[in-house]
């Protein structure tokens, strides 16, 4: 079982897992962290990731020992020698849903990881729906470091393993994936878990990190940690969990949480406020630091009521310094491409044009928003938000339209002033 060390060092690397549904990735995270990331009640009930799971894992290495067998998600080796293992790098592990209806909260997740692990079982054939909807998402997003986890080797015959190998390499070719590894594991029973991190350290580096421009932080979870009965005087004020995406955040430091909480002004209109708080604590995972920089999954917590935070209230916004974020826009541009076909569905759909009228639900960052879309080009299309997002000239955008009673993901685009 994975431990994370003494080091205080952040994580510097936020990877996603992601694939179809119960192809194993909860259990491949925690085969790597020693952490099961389904928390929620409706997730234990169910038996499925609903909403973004997170946990932090180590990579240590022992000199001692032979190629992959060095790697070791904690301080332990299989060898004889006098060698001590050291730790090489702690990551953040980003585990997405893989459910057809929770799409869009893959969508969201993707835009927080700098890599990602693509799990696919070997019982079943590929790809599945899921399977090629996230690789899609993935290259939508612009993730290009993969490494391809062919989970559950350990309850099919060596030829089935064989037949599923040569299925997935037929699936990623001509993708963004076609030269991604392919690593046979059983998550269950941690057989090969050292091949997969031998594999993140060769094919996922650590990015170059801006840490001079305002700093800006997507919130992909927020929450209320103060236990039912907790005392008046020992309240703690709510927290926003996400990614940094450049600049630095300190303790102490007054943000602004934007586009905010929604008010509803006289006369029914909708209006949504910026929040203003202190950062009161900076955690990731259990390891507390006075600043953060990008890389890894942070905790911010602040001086906020919980009552605002509790539930997931605040994912979709953004955290910066007063007056130095980007705009909040109720209604966006977005030069676009559809894909032929819809994905994420058995049968083929070819994907229509956008039509004027037409709803759309768009995600920008972690945020997730329907709009209406006013006007449409070739190649621009100009949408009226229900719910604003902040935005800048550039950001990515995932298209989806409903299909079918669900919402497909049929393009991509970037937003554009």
């Known amino acids: 079982m994975a431990i994370l060390s003494e ?52 990579v240590w290495e022992c000199e001692g020992c032979g190629y992959p067998e060095k790697y070791s998600p904690e301080p332990v ?53 899921q399977t090629r909807e996230h690789l899609v998402a ?19 015959s060596p030829e089935r393993a064989r037949e599923s190998y ?10 963004i ?41 997507f919130i992909a979870r927020s929450f209320d940690v103060n236990k039912p009965g907790t005392p008046p005087e020992r309240l703690v004020g709510g927290v926003v969990g996400g990614a940094i995406m450049h600049g630095v955040f300190r303790v102490g430091d007054e943000v602004e949480i934007k586009p905010g909480l929604a008010v509803k002004r006289p006369g029914g209109r909708i209006e949504y406020v910026p929040l203003y708080t ?65 994905v994420g569905m058995k049968e083929e759909v070819r994907v229509e044009p956008i039509r004027r009228g037409e709803m759309l639900m768009l995600t920008v960052g972690t945020a997730i928003t329907l709009g209406l879309a006013t006007s449409v080009s070739k190649d621009r299309v100009s949408i009226r938000l229900r719910r604003p997002i902040v935005g800048w000239d550039g950001a990515r955008v995932a298209i989806s339209r409903r299909i079918h009673g669900r919402w ?3 393009g991509w685009g970037v937003l554009r002033e």
Request: hydrophobic share 40%; net charge negative; proline share 7%.
């Open 166 to 175: 040569r299925e997935i390499k037929r699936f990623v070719e001509g993708t």
């Open 278 to 342: 202190r950062i009161e604590s900076l955690r990731f995972g259990r390891i507390e630091v006075e600043e953060a920089k990008p890389g890894g999954l942070v905790a911010i917590g602040t001086s906020l009521d919980p009552s605002v935070t509790k539930s997931d209230n605040l994912v979709g916004n953004i955290v910066g310094r007063p007056g130095e974020t980007p705009p909040v826009l109720d209604e966006v541009t977005v030069e676009y491409s559809l894909l032929e076909r819809v």
């Open 77 to 129: 080796c299989e060898c004889s020698s006098e060698a001590t293992p050291r730790l090489l790098r702690r990551v953040s592990y980003v585990d997405a849903p893989g459910h057809e209806i929770l799409m869009a909260t893959m969508l969201s997740g993707a835009a927080l990881m700098d890599g990602a692990i693509l799990v696919v079982a070997a019982n079943e054939p590929c790809p599945q729906p």
């Open 7 to 58: 080091d205080k060092r952040q994580p510097e690397l936020n990877i996603g897992v992601v694939g179809h549904v119960d192809h194993g990735k909860t259990t491949l995270v925690q085969a790597l962290t020693g952490i099961w990331t389904m928390r929620h009640s409706e997730e234990i009930k169910r038996g499925m990731t609903i909403k973004l799971g997170y946990a932090d894992g180590e």
């Open 177 to 217: 994936a076609e030269e991604a590894p392919v690593i046979p594991v059983s998550a269950l029973k941690r057989a090969n878990i050292d091949a997969v991190l031998a594999a993140i350290q060769e094919y996922m580096p650590t990015p170059p990190r801006d840490l001079e421009s305002p700093p800006l932080m």
């Open 408 to 410: 497909r993901l049929v």
């Open 138 to 156: 993935l290259e939508i997003i612009g993730i290009r470091n993969i490494v391809i986890v062919q989970n559950k080797v350990d309850v099919v």
